[in-house]
């Protein structure tokens, strides 16, 4: 009778992890390029990266961000849910579906109404000058240095970086 209660649990505990398994949304990332963080924000731990056409596990979503894992690339962690896609990306060279959406960042800059198109229309005013945004454009700060820089001010627990 113990062996049937031991065998009907481990059956239980397989047939609801196979449930959360078939729970979790598998989709696509759709951006360039994308940071997988430790926290539900900009100001989490980068642990890793995601390129477009990456398939993640998406466990839940909360407050715009996405708790995913790629097992491809043995990374979980969380991204901003406006880098996902439900659809299947194709790579194939000559494709339609292996054109590249937006960046992170288009899609940052997009949210607060700035976007490519409105870039260009700026540009053409002579009194707008973008020699020091194109500069700033360039700047690229290690994770590292982002770390160090909530550390030292004391800004990584308001963050959640650790």
Do not use: H
């Not at 979503?61 to 995913?68: H, I, L, T």
């Not at 894992?69 to 659809?87: F, R």
């Not at 707008?128 to 290690?142: G, L, T, W």
Request: glycine share 8%; with cysteine.
């Amino acid at each position: 009778m113990k062996k049937v209660r031991i065998l009907c649990l481990a059956l239980l505990v397989a047939t609801a992890a196979t449930a959360a398994a078939a729970q979790a949304q598998q989709m696509s990332v759709n951006v360039k390029e994308t940071q997988l963080r430790s926290t539900p924000s900009y100001l989490g731990k980068v642990l890793g990266t995601l390129a477009y056409g990456d398939r993640v596990q998406v466990a839940s979503v909360q407050n715009g961000w996405a708790n995913v894992s790629a097992p491809d690339k043995g990374l979980t962690g969380y991204i901003n849910e406006s880098a996902l896609t439900a659809k299947k990306v194709v790579l194939n060279s000559g494709s339609g579906d292996a054109q590249q959406q937006a960046s992170s960042g288009e899609v940052a800059l997009a949210g607060k109404g700035f976007n490519e198109q409105i870039e260009s229309e700026n540009r053409k005013d002579a009194s707008y000058d973008y020699a020091d945004v194109d500069r700033m454009e360039k700047i690229v700060v290690a994770p590292e240095a982002v770390d160090a820089f909530l550390k030292d001010g004391k800004l990584a627990a308001a963050g959640g970086s650790k």
